[in-house]
């Protein structure tokens, strides 16, 4: 019962000491992991709770599988083909974090653009049942702030690898085919204000902000490299970076343990950028950088063991973000 009860503690959208959203509403992430918490039937044994950590990882990313999905039995026609995995071009010269965050540096001398509160994301979010294949979810997330810190959010379901294509979404917590740009949510907050953050405007130190992100994943002590990579995610879902910002991210990430230098790469919305890995016990986090300002342009991670049980194998991808001014 003790590892049960962990494990619910750790799947909690709001933990007990997320303070700032006591008084608001939940972040996108916190919405999603409740979403699964209150849709997922429960499971006892082993293979109960391996499903509720799957539930907890479908619920905090924004992923593709490498295989063609299906919702219902073998005679239902395909509905979306998740994206394959990002691949590093093979002739390119790796940058190495350091002199990327050197560029960056260099590229914000003059402060512009902006830090902006808000973010633009697309988001590619992995769905496993006991039952079906793994569906991808494919949606776009547009959060703006106004001047009297009220704001709007405006959740979508679109592929834009695939416009006009019919998308699947689970809006309703059960996948479904909806038309290209289906409007899953449209929202509008009262003003709202927090010196927390992810709430709070970001420092533009490395220092203060890894003190920053360490609050934003409720650590005390310094963050593991697949924690830092996960807070970073947290800031780009609710800011959208101006250049010193952007500098400042980084020269942080430039000193994170384990994170490599790959490789040029092209993202799924054609961007060029600088690829970073990082391997884990697994799976592989891929982080995609902008060049020249050192903005992160995507996150993407894969499975690199096979997992038969929910129709995984190494290879496939488990989530991938990207932001955009």
């Known amino acids: ?36 918490l209150l849709h997922d039937e429960p499971t006892v044994g082993r293979r109960g709770r391996a499903r509720l950590l799957w539930g907890m990882v479908a619920t905090t990313v924004v992923a593709a599988l490498a295989l063609t999905l299906v919702i219902g039995g073998p005679s239902t026609p395909p509905a979306v083909a998740a994206p394959l995995p990002l691949v590093v071009q093979a002739d390119s010269t790796p940058l190495p974090l350091g002199r990327l965050a050197d560029r960056a540096e260099r590229a914000a001398a003059d402060g512009s653009p902006g830090l902006r509160k808000g ?68 929202r509008t907050f009262g003003p709202s204000w927090s010196d927390a953050p992810p709430q709070s405007p970001p420092p533009r130190d490395p220092a203060r902000l890894r003190a920053y992100l360490q609050e934003t994943e409720y650590r005390d002590t310094p963050l593991s490299t697949p924690e830092l990579l996960h807070a970073v995610a947290v800031l780009l879902d609710h800011w959208t970076l101006g250049a010193r910002e952007n500098a400042a991210v980084a020269r942080l990430l430039g000193e994170a343990e384990g994170l490599r230098p790959a490789g040029r790469v092209t993202d799924r919305l054609g961007r060029h950028g600088q690829a970073y890995v990082y391997d884990t016990h697994g799976t592989r986090r891929m982080l995609i950088m902008d060049a020249a300002t050192g903005a992160v342009l995507g996150l993407e991670t894969t499975f690199t063991v096979d997992e038969p049980e929910y129709g995984v194998r190494a290879g496939d991808v488990m989530d991938y973000s990207a932001w955009m001014r």
């Open 119 to 186: 973010t633009h994301v697309l988001s590619w979010s992995m769905g496993m049942s006991d039952d079906r294949a793994p569906v991808t979810f494919a949606e776009e997330r547009i959060v703006r702030w106004k001047a009297d810190d009220s704001h709007t959010e405006l959740v979508v379901a679109t592929d834009p690898r695939r416009p006009g294509r019919p998308v699947l979404s689970d809006a309703d917590g059960e996948p479904r085919q909806v038309e290209d740009g289906h409007v899953i949510s449209r």
């Open 1 to 36: 019962m003790a590892d049960e009860l962990e494990l619910l503690r750790h799947a909690n959208p709001v933990p007990v000491d997320a303070a700032h959203f006591g008084d608001g509403p939940l972040d996108h992430h916190a919405e999603r992991r409740l979403n699964r």
